[in-house]
């Protein structure tokens, strides 16, 4: 049996163009401000779709490009102003961060009803006890498809492949949250393929090229690729081996096309819930 790939693109698209409408319909506009620092080119490609997404949503829009040279107490200011700013709704601080800065501090100084990325201790508390003010964008974007394609983890063993506290740890709290039966799985796990291959939605968020076979897979299995790897021929792909797990599992997301859209329309998605949070609504 061929898999059904799940098509990212295409709900991303439809999920912006309903983030569109409802932000038309605002007093103002929603605004957000995005903050890069240094000269990574991954983060400036990321950095430049956000703008694009914010254009296509009809959001107000800033970047800051701050030189790799900055220094903490300055991106606190800044962080310090935008909070303050009333047509400013979220503020997304592009992760990774020069290793000399504090990143842990940075992301506590943003306004939790502002931070759109959901990675606030308070945003994160909010999220671990079933109350949710923002969707963490990437595992959000996940419960979407599953949605979307009437995939209910309810009662369903769900296997997450990763424990980072952007994918793995909120994706776990998501489909333990839609009552899936979850297991976390990480580098120091052994016998990761037999845990995997108990999966009927298995999550892969590990960032290694050629992670999942055929062979950890169960019949009929939902398989979620989350990871963004580059083959050696340069070319963007997942953790899972797309070709020989499609022909096992019913539903699967290719690389690219997949989670990547997603996670950027569930930021647009956020940045409209801010602003509708700071319009009283
Ligand atoms: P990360 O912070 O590096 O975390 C990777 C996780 O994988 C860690 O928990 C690590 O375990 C685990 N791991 C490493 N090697 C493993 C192995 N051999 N077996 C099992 N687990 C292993 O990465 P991340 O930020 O979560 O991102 C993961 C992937 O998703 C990357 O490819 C990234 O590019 C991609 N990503 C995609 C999107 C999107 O929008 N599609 C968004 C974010 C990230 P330990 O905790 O034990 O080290």
């Not at 030189?67 to 979220?90: A, F, K, M």
């Not at 892969?204 to 398989?223: F, I, Y």
């Amino acid at each position: 049996m061929a898999a059904i790939w799940i098509d990212g693109k295409n709900l991303a698209a439809k999920i912006k163009e309903w983030v569109r409408a409802e932000g038309a319909a605002l007093v103002r506009r929603p605004g957000l401000a995005v903050i890069i620092v240094g000269e990574d080119p991954a983060s400036r490609v990321y950095v430049n779709s956000k703008r694009r997404d914010c254009e296509e949503c009809g959001f107000y829009s800033e970047e800051y490009a701050l030189p790799d040279s900055v220094v903490q107490g300055e991106l606190l200011e800044l962080i310090g102003e935008l909070n303050s700013r009333t047509d400013i709704d979220g503020i997304l601080v592009q992760l990774p961060l020069p290793k000399r800065l504090n990143e842990g501090e940075i992301l506590l100084a943003i306004d939790p009803s502002k931070d759109v990325d959901c990675f606030h201790p308070v945003n994160v508390g909010k999220l671990t006890i079933g109350q949710p003010v923002f969707q963490p964008c990437t595992p959000g974007g996940v419960m979407e498809m599953l949605e979307e394609y009437h995939i209910d983890p309810a009662g369903k063993r769900c296997v997450v492949l990763g424990r980072s506290n952007i994918v793995g740890k909120p994706m776990a709290l998501l489909l333990l949250h839609a009552h899936g039966t979850v297991t976390v799985c990480h580098s120091k796990t052994p016998d990761l393929a037999a845990i995997a291959a108990e999966a009927d939605i298995l999550v892969s968020a590990v960032g290694k090229t050629g992670l999942v076979t055929a062979d950890m897979v169960k019949d009929g299995a939902v398989v979620i690729d989350v990871a963004m790897n580059r083959n050696s021929e340069g070319k963007l792909c997942g953790d899972v081996c797309f070709a020989q797990v499609a022909e096992k599992a019913s539903y699967i997301t290719p690389v690219p096309g997949g989670v990547g859209p997603m996670t950027r329309a569930m930021l647009m998605k956020n940045t409209l819930t801010a602003a509708k949070l700071h319009q009283g609504l």
